[in-house]
């Protein structure tokens, strides 16, 4: 079978009616999401043809993944610069500062401490001081694609924020050895 | 045969545009099973004709091939343990090694690795009187029980059925339970999340907005999803489990406690379910009452005479209801919510009736549970509201439903390790790819092993299929670039393509085999049913593809006339028309292979024109939409 035509043109900001910015507003992303999803869902075309089902299918899988890229600070920015021809090099530009790299061993000590000691409540505590870093990083990426088309610096915060979404995963993993 | 065919075809298929088409939702409980409708807008559970509502989960196979489902197996599984199959959800997509203890399971188990021919150990098989049985033959007859009690309440066959599946359900459990609905004669218009389904039941009847916590406990699974509920939309924002903990688990204790209490050991296959049957007795007596009573004459003539007070019976399964709230923590997190964010716990599950789950639930979401909806019916009421929609019966004012996958999937790479692909909680349908290249230079196969599972071995992961992409081009080892792509579909079910994306060698695979069964088995099932050995084979297929075929090119029709002339050129147009043309002469005749030919020539031929429609139907949508806004 010949697969569906989708209108490739279409980027995923335009498929939401979304100017081209890495801050966008979350309340009229999700509203569009779902007005989207509430057209293409298979849900919708269950009872008719086949051929009407995998459109559906396709068009819902697309739009899911047009909304965790927008919906998430880390891929938003990604697909941003991937727009603009930037390669964010996470896995071959590994040449990170290196008074970062000293607190990301520090960050990975505090968990694994935390982690033997089964202290949920210093976990805890972690997770809200990278939540706070995370944010920093945020605005700063805000400013730099926004403001001032900074790409080479915005996408150093891209990695940079690769490594504590890293450690954020660590986090989670730690609760879950504490609870298991 | 003319007659009959009429009788099939007629009643509740007819694509005539208002007409309600029959659709069921159907809860395949552990213990219990139901079947709902929605008559006149209201979702009713669908009474057996002694106007029982529950059909106990029970299959009896007798010597001479006879089916016994419901409560005439049941009144059977003390005389007859071996032959007569409870809680047959536990074994579903399961190995013999995945069930663990078996040794107070009254059932002569087939391990399929035994009797495969050189595949992947398969699921377990039971022995009965009337031959090996799969698990997904035995659900079979439960779906069997309550589709003929559903025509027969309703007056015609039914368009098609939602089948509920505990939202914790890998993809071997879920392509096992879909098998026997096929199995059953059912068309399966999706398989529904149980907790998602007494979210709809619950927030429709109650206008219910915010984020709600779906406490799932049955007989034999506990799901936890967190729910929110706004404007017509059911998200779920996370799902946990344990697809195997459920109110059984709380009788085996309490036997375990009756035997070691009365100083009992080696029990007869009957005295080990007769127990059992007490032991559930009593858990649901202790739900009203401080103590009970237990007593039972074994088979050696010995008589038990116990008695169980409630606070011994807290004591006993504490840790099974602190094994609960693990799964409920892991999902609160994984929502990136707290515990104050959860404005109701909506209680599903006949093991929610027990004070001291209530208790300890109350206690952690600092809140009384919901319990106003009976929790053995909410699902199935729930299940047939979504069969409704998806029949094609309601509106624009339905509502939409966002599910997720529950396990994370992913691919094994060097030295035993799991690479995610597709993340736990992902919304549904969803794809992800990833690309892979090849170890050793001038490398022309590789092989694919997919798993389920949060753990980092693969030897802790769910094998779900493995399979071989072969014919890559010899390139020198790092060189080709195989790119593995997962769909997962709206009743999240796997679908797993490889390609090499140099040369285009490209392999694909529905993950079924490992667990589940394969097509061939699935259709020799189909050949060996009871219920296809009295009807006509044949007339039967010629019906289904007669039906599908012409709701297909009424469906082309309705479409072109839309939008023919504004989507498509004259010579595609015409196009469509020769194939519409040509469906329709086919269905003139009886040629059941010619039906299905140009049955599939029309749905190829209208998928270019499917995706215009839908093209721009997401224009339309988000164009009056930016309207909408200026406007506000």
Same mark, same amino acid.
């Given at each position: 079978?010949?697969?569906?035509?989708?209108?490739?043109?279409?980027?995923?900001?335009?498929?939401?009616?979304?100017?081209?910015?890495?801050?966008?507003?979350?309340?009229?992303?999700?509203?569009?999401?779902?007005?989207?999803?509430?057209?293409?869902?298979?849900?919708?075309?269950?009872?008719?043809?086949?051929?009407?089902?995998?459109?559906?299918?396709?068009?819902?899988?697309?739009?899911?993944?047009?909304?965790?890229?927008?919906?998430?600070?880390?891929?938003?920015?990604?697909?941003?610069?991937?727009?603009?021809?930037?390669?964010?090099?996470?896995?071959?530009?590994?040449?990170?500062?290196?008074?970062?790299?000293?607190?990301?061993?520090?960050?990975?000590?505090?968990?694994?401490?935390?982690?033997?000691?089964?202290?949920?409540?210093?976990?805890?505590?972690?997770?809200?001081?990278?939540?706070?870093?995370?944010?920093?990083?945020?605005?700063?990426?805000?400013?730099?694609?926004?403001?001032?088309?900074?790409?080479?610096?915005?996408?150093?915060?891209?990695?940079?924020?690769?490594?504590?979404?890293?450690?954020?995963?660590?986090?989670?993993?730690?609760?879950?050895?504490?609870?298991? | 045969?003319?007659?009959?065919?009429?009788?099939?075809?007629?009643?509740?298929?007819?694509?005539?545009?208002?007409?309600?088409?029959?659709?069921?939702?159907?809860?395949?409980?552990?213990?219990?099973?139901?079947?709902?409708?929605?008559?006149?807008?209201?979702?009713?559970?669908?009474?057996?004709?002694?106007?029982?509502?529950?059909?106990?989960?029970?299959?009896?196979?007798?010597?001479?091939?006879?089916?016994?489902?419901?409560?005439?197996?049941?009144?059977?599984?003390?005389?007859?343990?071996?032959?007569?199959?409870?809680?047959?959800?536990?074994?579903?997509?399961?190995?013999?090694?995945?069930?663990?203890?078996?040794?107070?399971?009254?059932?002569?188990?087939?391990?399929?690795?035994?009797?495969?021919?050189?595949?992947?150990?398969?699921?377990?098989?039971?022995?009965?009187?009337?031959?090996?049985?799969?698990?997904?033959?035995?659900?079979?007859?439960?779906?069997?029980?309550?589709?003929?009690?559903?025509?027969?309440?309703?007056?015609?066959?039914?368009?098609?059925?939602?089948?509920?599946?505990?939202?914790?359900?890998?993809?071997?459990?879920?392509?096992?339970?879909?098998?026997?609905?096929?199995?059953?004669?059912?068309?399966?218009?999706?398989?529904?999340?149980?907790?998602?389904?007494?979210?709809?039941?619950?927030?429709?009847?109650?206008?219910?907005?915010?984020?709600?916590?779906?406490?799932?406990?049955?007989?034999?699974?506990?799901?936890?999803?967190?729910?929110?509920?706004?404007?017509?939309?059911?998200?779920?924002?996370?799902?946990?489990?344990?697809?195997?903990?459920?109110?059984?688990?709380?009788?085996?204790?309490?036997?375990?406690?009756?035997?070691?209490?009365?100083?009992?050991?080696?029990?007869?296959?009957?005295?080990?379910?007769?127990?059992?049957?007490?032991?559930?007795?009593?858990?649901?007596?202790?739900?009203?009452?401080?103590?009970?009573?237990?007593?039972?004459?074994?088979?050696?003539?010995?008589?038990?005479?116990?008695?169980?007070?409630?606070?011994?019976?807290?004591?006993?399964?504490?840790?099974?209801?602190?094994?609960?709230?693990?799964?409920?923590?892991?999902?609160?997190?994984?929502?990136?919510?707290?515990?104050?964010?959860?404005?109701?716990?909506?209680?599903?599950?006949?093991?929610?009736?027990?004070?001291?789950?209530?208790?300890?639930?109350?206690?952690?979401?600092?809140?009384?549970?919901?319990?106003?909806?009976?929790?053995?019916?909410?699902?199935?009421?729930?299940?047939?509201?979504?069969?409704?929609?998806?029949?094609?019966?309601?509106?624009?004012?339905?509502?939409?439903?966002?599910?997720?996958?529950?396990?994370?999937?992913?691919?094994?790479?060097?030295?035993?390790?799991?690479?995610?692909?597709?993340?736990?909680?992902?919304?549904?349908?969803?794809?992800? /790819?990833? #690309?892979?290249?090849?170890? +050793?230079?001038? $490398? *022309?196969?590789?092989?694919?092993?997919?798993?389920?599972?949060? =753990?980092?071995?693969?030897?802790?992961?769910?094998?779900?299929?493995?399979?071989?992409?072969?014919?890559?081009?010899?390139?020198?080892?790092?060189?080709?670039?195989?790119?593995?792509?997962?769909?997962?579909?709206?009743?999240?079910?796997?679908?797993?393509?490889?390609?090499?994306?140099?040369?285009?060698?490209?392999?694909?695979?529905?993950?079924?085999?490992?667990?589940?069964?394969?097509?061939?088995?699935?259709?020799?099932?189909?050949?060996?049913?009871?219920?296809?050995?009295?009807?006509?084979?044949?007339?039967?297929?010629?019906?289904?593809?007669?039906?599908?075929?012409?709701?297909?090119?009424?469906?082309?029709?309705?479409?072109?006339?839309?939008?023919?002339?504004?989507?498509?050129?004259?010579?595609?147009?015409? /196009?469509? #028309?020769?194939?519409?043309? +040509?469906?329709? $002469? *086919?269905?003139?005749?009886?040629?059941?292979?010619?039906?299905? =030919?140009?049955?599939?020539?029309?749905?190829?031929?209208?998928?270019?024109?499917?995706?215009?429609?839908?093209?721009?139907?997401?224009?339309?949508?988000?164009?009056?939409?930016?309207?909408?806004?200026?406007?506000?």
């Amino acid at each position: 079978m010949q697969p569906a035509v989708f209108d490739f043109q279409q980027n995923f900001f335009q498929l939401f009616g979304l100017n081209a910015r890495y801050q966008v507003d979350s309340a009229q992303l999700e509203q569009h999401y779902r007005t989207l999803q509430a057209q293409v869902h298979p849900d919708k075309f269950a009872h008719l043809s086949e051929a009407e089902r995998r459109v559906s299918m396709q068009w819902s899988t697309r739009v899911n993944e047009a909304y965790q890229t927008l919906n998430n600070p880390v891929r938003r920015a990604r697909y941003l610069l991937s727009l603009h021809g930037v390669d964010t090099q996470e896995e071959t530009n590994t040449a990170m500062p290196a008074d970062f790299l000293m607190q990301q061993m520090e960050w990975r000590e505090a968990i694994e401490e935390a982690q033997q000691a089964r202290d949920e409540a210093a976990l805890t505590e972690l997770e809200a001081r990278l939540q706070r870093e995370m944010s920093e990083l945020q605005q700063q990426l805000a400013v730099r694609l926004d403001d001032e088309q900074n790409y080479a610096g915005a996408a150093e915060a891209v990695r940079k924020l690769k490594f504590l979404e890293k450690l954020a995963e660590e986090i989670l993993s730690a609760f879950d050895t504490i609870e298991y | 045969m003319t007659v009959a065919l009429l009788q099939i075809s007629e009643p509740g298929l007819s694509t005539a545009p208002h007409e309600h088409r029959l659709a069921v939702g159907i809860d395949l409980g552990t213990t219990n099973s139901l079947v709902a409708t929605v008559r006149n807008g209201i979702s009713v559970v669908l009474n057996d004709e002694h106007g029982r509502a529950l059909l106990p989960s029970v299959v009896r196979y007798l010597p001479d091939g006879t089916v016994h489902v419901g409560g005439e197996a049941q009144r059977e599984q003390s005389t007859d343990p071996a032959n007569t199959i409870v809680s047959v959800k536990r074994f579903m997509g399961r190995g013999l090694a995945d069930i663990g203890d078996i040794s107070g399971l009254p059932y002569r188990f087939v391990d399929a690795a035994a009797t495969g021919a050189g595949q992947t150990p398969g699921m377990v098989q039971l022995r009965t009187a009337a031959g090996i049985k799969s698990p997904v033959e035995v659900s079979a007859e439960i779906l069997k029980a309550l589709r003929s009690r559903a025509e027969q309440a309703l007056g015609g066959e039914l368009v098609g059925a939602v089948i509920t599946v505990p939202a914790y359900f890998d993809d071997a459990q879920r392509q096992a339970t879909k098998d026997a609905a096929k199995l059953a004669g059912l068309n399966v218009l999706r398989l529904l999340n149980e907790p998602t389904a007494a979210a709809i039941a619950y927030g429709l009847d109650n206008a219910a907005e915010g984020v709600y916590a779906v406490y799932d406990l049955g007989g034999g699974t506990f799901d936890i999803s967190i729910l929110r509920l706004s404007r017509g939309v059911f998200e779920v924002l996370a799902t946990n489990g344990d697809s195997a903990l459920g109110g059984d688990d709380f009788d085996h204790r309490l036997y375990c406690w009756l035997l070691e209490k009365n100083g009992l050991s080696a029990l007869s296959a009957r005295d080990t379910r007769l127990l059992l049957t007490r032991s559930r007795a009593a858990k649901e007596e202790l739900t009203e009452h401080a103590q009970t009573r237990i007593t039972s004459v074994l088979g050696n003539g010995e008589v038990m005479d116990t008695t169980l007070t409630q606070q011994e019976y807290h004591d006993m399964t504490q840790n099974l209801v602190a094994r609960t709230l693990q799964p409920v923590r892991r999902a609160l997190r994984d929502a990136g919510l707290k515990v104050e964010d959860i404005k109701g716990v909506v209680m599903v599950g006949g093991a929610t009736r027990m004070p001291q789950v209530q208790r300890a639930v109350a206690e952690f979401f600092r809140q009384v549970p919901l319990t106003n909806l009976d929790p053995d019916k909410v699902v199935a009421l729930g299940a047939a509201m979504q069969a409704n929609v998806l029949a094609g019966n309601r509106g624009e004012d339905d509502w939409l439903l966002l599910d997720v996958i529950p396990l994370s999937l992913g691919l094994e790479t060097m030295g035993g390790l799991t690479e995610k692909i597709v993340p736990r909680n992902s919304t549904i349908p969803t794809a992800r /790819a990833q #690309e892979f290249t090849t170890f +050793k230079d001038g $490398q *022309t196969a590789m092989s694919i092993h997919v798993v389920q599972g949060e =753990r980092e071995l693969v030897s802790d992961c769910r094998s779900l299929a493995r399979f071989e992409l072969r014919g890559i081009p010899p390139m020198v080892a790092g060189a080709a670039r195989i790119r593995v792509t997962f769909q997962v579909d709206a009743d999240g079910l796997l679908n797993v393509s490889a390609r090499e994306t140099g040369s285009g060698v490209e392999a694909h695979v529905t993950v079924k085999p490992s667990y589940g069964l394969s097509d061939a088995e699935v259709a020799r099932m189909l050949q060996d049913s009871y219920a296809y050995a009295r009807d006509d084979m044949s007339a039967r297929s010629l019906a289904e593809a007669r039906v599908e075929g012409q709701r297909l090119l009424e469906g082309a029709h309705a479409a072109l006339q839309e939008d023919g002339a504004a989507l498509l050129q004259p010579e595609e147009l015409q /196009a469509i #028309e020769l194939l519409a043309e +040509k469906l329709q $002469q *086919t269905l003139a005749g009886d040629d059941i292979a010619a039906i299905k =030919r140009a049955t599939d020539m029309l749905n190829q031929g209208t998928v270019e024109f499917a995706s215009r429609r839908m093209d721009r139907s997401v224009r339309k949508a988000l164009t009056g939409h930016r309207l909408d806004e200026l406007e506000a």
